[in-house]
């Protein structure tokens, strides 16, 4: 295992990609555009930051492995997903994503809601592909990726979000919309790498889930944070793109300071939470470090 | 076991929508909109006739039981979060439905979207509380659904038509797209109601295969032919709105009367097919008459 974040992050990634150029139709044949624009979206320069998590929730609880792969595949298709069906003109109307045109810019709209759709099911027929785990656990991934992915976490907070936009925001309404929007997916990551082992018990489980609470919404504010600060450094102006589109976030709720702040608390609480799994949760570790120290 | 049709269709109707009433979240809370989407949709006078396919296969095989109630929600959900994105601008931009305002009418566009994507986590996770069900047959079940709804089936039938509209397809093509986008859900319907009752024998599952597959093709028949009469007769025009639309059918293709001919071929072998079950299959023929003699 290598140490340094980056290269634990290239580690994992190798490993994701490999199982999602295996799963995903060659971009061949009568819906040839599809399969070209679920490729497209899914090899679009992502970070790949939910597989890292589940690989690394794996080498914490025993060692990751194919079926790791599988499951990380499945998770990323399901961010993948999203992302595609959150850019439409519909919902937030972007055309660009890492500098890249978004997916129904370079194909079109009903190809773009198509490949959304065909990701999803295609994350859950990659779950039914674990073979060599036994049949209740890969249920148990199936129930928890529907979960959370679904209307108890990601499209639930999406919905949220919509419903929001344009109103003010307390505190704890922030924080529910975004525990279900991104943290719910990453909590998801971190269970489901750890229960693909086979190896997990209970208690680490709990373990792993509050280490993902805490770094899902410090990812969040960091994402705040970021909001403002490239606005302020890049634009000259002190307010960031979600605030004058006005949506209530942690920096203009908290202020700044207290942001970073927070930030920074939710990363010591996550770190205390891994404890028990000793120098196993290094890479879980580092993944929390650069959750929020990442500039971009 | 009601003999009439109607009475049939009723019975089965009556369990799968107190099943999708148990599964759907209540529209309440901070995304009421959302579920409120979800329920407008599923609940829209529809004809269940996917669930009556299970529920019809589970009875040949078996008997339907809480189970079937299950997959056919499962399969219900699956074919409304179809119709809720099909039904989009960027898609075939209908307005109605069943003479009611389509989703994204009643709601908005990006509630719409969200709504489909619910729909189709949501039917995996129904598959996943199978708890009296051995666990390997669920995931069975759960790898049915991901194929046949997904990527090879459903979506990449309906990315298909998207890619044919406004070309001239040969008959096999056609044929192609239909096992696809309408066939594949309804070959699951039968597959997954005589799996789920655990006692379906690979024979069984061979001719329940080959029902579908006519009855399928029988459905998609009996529309283009409803579509050029119902124009006809309501409309005093020859051509039917798919025909205007620039989308190849099966009448623009063979011609009225040879369609008819092809769809009473289909339901004569449709019946063939279900021999090996005596009278057990009743209900699947009184569907596949159903079918082929339905006039909306």
């Given at each position: 295992?290598?140490?340094?974040?980056?290269?634990?992050i290239?580690?994992?990634?190798?490993q994701?990609?490999a199982?999602?150029d295996?799963?995903l139709?060659p971009?061949?044949?009568?819906?040839?555009?599809?399969?070209?624009?679920?490729?497209?979206?899914?090899?679009?320069g992502?970070?790949?930051?939910?597989?890292?998590?589940?690989?690394?929730?794996a080498?914490?609880?025993a060692?990751?492995?194919?079926?790791?792969?599988?499951?990380?595949?499945?998770?990323?298709?399901?961010?993948a997903?999203?992302?595609?069906?959150?850019?439409l003109p519909?919902?937030?109307n972007?055309?660009?994503?890492?500098g890249?045109?978004?997916?129904?810019?370079?194909?079109?709209?009903?190809?773009a809601?198509?490949a959304?759709d065909?990701l999803?099911?295609?994350?859950?027929?990659?779950?039914?592909e674990?073979?060599?785990?036994?049949?209740?656990?890969?249920?148990?991934l199936i129930?928890?990726?529907?979960?959370?992915?679904?209307?108890?976490?990601?499209?639930?907070g999406?919905?949220i979000?919509?419903?929001?936009?344009?109103?003010a925001?307390?505190?704890e309404q922030?924080?529910?919309?975004?525990?279900?929007?991104?943290?719910?997916?990453?909590?998801a990551?971190v269970?489901?790498?750890?229960?693909?082992?086979?190896?997990?018990?209970?208690?680490?489980?709990?373990?792993l889930?509050?280490f993902?609470?805490?770094?899902g919404?410090?990812?969040?504010i960091?994402?705040?944070?970021?909001?403002?600060?490239?606005?302020?450094?890049?634009?000259?102006?002190?307010?960031?793109?979600?605030?004058?589109n006005?949506?209530?976030?942690?920096?203009?709720?908290?202020?700044?300071e207290?942001?970073?702040?927070e930030a920074t608390?939710?990363?010591?609480?996550?770190?205390?939470?891994l404890?028990?799994?000793?120098?196993?949760?290094?890479p879980l570790?580092?993944?929390?470090?650069?959750?929020?120290?990442?500039?971009?």
């Amino acid at each position: 295992m290598p140490s340094s974040i980056n290269a634990i992050i290239d580690h994992y990634s190798a490993q994701v990609d490999a199982q999602l150029d295996a799963i995903l139709p060659p971009a061949t044949g009568a819906a040839e555009q599809l399969f070209a624009a679920m490729r497209y979206s899914v090899f679009n320069g992502g970070k790949r930051l939910r597989p890292a998590l589940c690989f690394a929730a794996a080498d914490a609880v025993a060692e990751s492995d194919a079926n790791s792969a599988k499951v990380a595949a499945a998770l990323e298709m399901i961010h993948a997903y999203s992302l595609i069906h959150d850019d439409l003109p519909a919902m937030d109307n972007d055309d660009l994503r890492r500098g890249k045109p978004t997916c129904h810019i370079q194909f079109d709209e009903a190809t773009a809601i198509l490949a959304g759709d065909g990701l999803q099911s295609l994350a859950f027929q990659q779950l039914t592909e674990l073979e060599t785990l036994p049949a209740p656990l890969v249920v148990e991934l199936i129930a928890m990726l529907s979960r959370l992915g679904g209307c108890a976490g990601m499209v639930t907070g999406q919905a949220i979000d919509l419903a929001a936009t344009g109103t003010a925001l307390e505190l704890e309404q922030l924080k529910e919309m975004h525990a279900h929007k991104t943290g719910a997916l990453i909590e998801a990551s971190v269970l489901m790498g750890a229960t693909a082992t086979g190896q997990a018990s209970k208690e680490q489980l709990n373990a792993l889930s509050e280490f993902a609470r805490a770094i899902g919404l410090a990812f969040q504010i960091q994402d705040d944070i970021l909001d403002v600060e490239s606005s302020t450094e890049q634009l000259g102006k002190q307010q960031g793109s979600d605030a004058s589109n006005g949506k209530s976030t942690y920096t203009s709720i908290l202020g700044l300071e207290r942001a970073r702040r927070e930030a920074t608390e939710l990363f010591d609480h996550s770190i205390q939470a891994l404890q028990c799994f000793g120098e196993k949760a290094d890479p879980l570790r580092a993944i929390a470090g650069f959750i929020v120290q990442r500039n971009h």
